[in-house]
T-cell receptor
Framework: DQQVKQNSPSLSVQEGRISILNCDYT??????FLWYKKYPAEGPTFLIS?????DKNEDGRFTVFLNKSAKHLSLHIVPSQPGDSAVYFC???????????FGKGTMLLVSP | EAQVTQNPRYLITVTGKKLTVTCSQN?????MSWYRQDPGLGLRQIYY???????DKGDVPEGYKVSRKEKRNFPLILESPSPNQTSLYFC????????????FGSGTRLTVV
């Protein structure tokens, strides 16, 4: 049973435009959500997180939005740059949970 | 430089031959975890450790062992590897919990024939 779902395997965006990556979850116990970026031949890199007491968190070009009622979160990248081309993983956990659960990832391609 | 170091980067072994993948972090982090990444399945947690001598199972612990005798080291042990353990493995550490964001190592590509 997949508790964290990233339904889009890939996304293509032009440089300078907005990239929106989506993530859905099913476990209502999750109260922390994180996004990681992964380049080929490297380990994932932590990008940004949000706790369930917030609905938005910003860090530079990256903003994560959380809609608890819909069990949905999204990562917005504005403006997108070619260096943002990577696989993006959504992950979720809770203070009372033993694991950090990842989605399957979305490959973002930003073209010049 | 703050980092998580895994060794080896690549390993080919035969079924049943015990192996250990080492992991070390230099950030004095409390939490450490092992993940495996497989095509179409994303990253799945194998084991994690909240501190020295404290370990617990993740989502896919079968066929693996871990130990945390020192804060900086968290080796992954495959006592009798099988072909279905062919995968890309990542070690990661976090200051104080899953929600604080993990720093990942560069990965170990394991092939079991």
């Amino acid at each position: 049973d997949q508790q964290v779902k990233q339904n889009s395997p890939s996304l293509s965006v032009q440089e300078g435009r907005i990239s929106i990556l989506n993530c859905d979850y099913t476990n209502s116990m999750f109260d922390y959500f994180l996004w990681y970026k992964k380049y080929p031949a490297e380990g994932p890199t932590f990008l940004i997180s949000i706790s369930s007491i917030k609905d938005k968190n910003e860090d530079g070009r990256f903003t994560v939005f959380l809609n608890k009622s819909a069990k949905h979160l999204s990562l917005h990248i504005v403006p997108s740059q070619p260096g943002d081309s990577a696989v993006y993983f959504c992950a979720a956990t809770s203070s009372g949970y033993s694991t950090l659960t990842f989605g399957k990832g979305t490959m973002l391609l930003v073209s010049p | 430089e703050a980092q998580v170091t895994q060794n080896p980067r690549y390993l080919i072994t035969v079924t049943g031959k015990k192996l250990t993948v080492t992991c070390s972090q230099n950030m004095n982090h409390e939490y450490m975890s092992w993940y495996r990444q497989d095509p179409g399945l994303g990253l799945r947690q194998i084991y994690y450790s909240m501190n020295v001598e404290v370990t617990d199972k993740g989502d896919v612990p079968e066929g693996y062992k871990v130990s945390r005798k020192e804060k900086r080291n968290f080796p992954l042990i495959l006592e009798s590897p099988s072909p279905n353990q062919t995968s890309l493995y990542f070690c990661a550490s976090s200051l104080s919990g899953h929600h604080r964001g993990y720093t990942f190592g560069s990965g170990t590509r394991l092939t079991v024939v």
